[in-house]
């Protein structure tokens, strides 16, 4: 504000506001590509960060199984959305069709961190830096997806991919999970060395039930 008597050169405007509509004009067409990426980035960091065995695990399934990942990407990438508005429309699950309906961006963006991260691991293979991977595959994505008219695809089958490949490594880990369970289950059997006696030539092997004690063996 200009004191009254001042003098000033040039002109004096009042109401005047400052926005971030300048910079997002300046990026124009380039500013809502520029913030989905960034975001896609950021999440992958974090991603890798709060969970590293999940990421290799992700990246296995994606390199051995590329089919079912794609199979299964497009089975939770269309499943999604429709129980939302299944929930909404139920009344009795309208909190939850609510919330996943507004966290579809953020689990369409967790496939795509994870689909940049296996294509990273293409070019950079473990025991490697797995941040470096991420951003090999994170910088191959952000360039193709700037070309006019791809990157709303790349976005899409970077989403299903991404989906495809953790839903079959959440798969095989269940699997895992239950064929260990199996092998050490509560009251199974324990061959136990019986010593021999002295007429004996060699020591007996004979089965006893085992209790809680052997069940983590």
């Known amino acids: 504000m200009a004191a009254p008597g001042a003098r000033v050169d040039?002109?004096?405007r009042e109401g005047v506001t400052f926005t971030f509509r300048a910079p997002i004009e300046a990026l124009g067409a380039f500013a809502p590509w520029l913030a989905v990426w960034s975001s896609v980035l950021a999440l992958g960091l974090l991603l890798l960060l709060g969970g590293p065995r999940a990421a290799d695990a992700i990246s296995s399934a994606a390199h051995g199984s590329p089919w079912p990942s794609?199979?299964?990407g497009f089975?939770?990438?269309?499943v999604l959305p429709l129980a939302g508005v299944i929930g909404v429309f139920s009344l009795v699950l309208l909190p939850l069709g609510l919330g996943l309906l507004l966290s579809l961006f953020l689990l369409y963006s967790v496939g795509l961190s994870w689909s940049a991260f296996a294509l990273g691991r293409v070019l950079w293979h473990e025991p490697r830096s797995r941040v470096l991977a991420l951003l090999i595959g994170w910088v191959i994505l952000t360039a193709v997806a700037a070309i006019p008219f791809v990157g709303g695809v790349?976005?899409?089958a970077g989403a299903v991919f991404g989906l495809g490949a953790g839903t079959v490594a959440i798969w095989r880990a269940r699997g895992a999970a239950s064929r260990a369970g199996g092998r050490h289950r509560q009251g199974g059997k324990m061959p136990v060395m019986i010593p021999a006696a002295a007429d004996?030539?060699?020591?007996m092997i004979?089965?006893?039930?085992?209790?809680?004690?052997?069940?983590?063996?």
Do not use: H, I, S, T
């Not at 089975?75 to 269309?78: K, Q």
């Open 200 to 203: 004996e030539p060699e020591p």
């Open 206 to 217: 004979v089965e006893r039930e085992m209790g809680e004690e052997g069940a983590g063996l």
């Open 75 to 78: 089975a939770v990438f269309l």
């Open 10 to 12: 040039g002109d004096v």
């Open 154 to 156: 790349v976005w899409v």
């Open 70 to 72: 794609v199979g299964w």
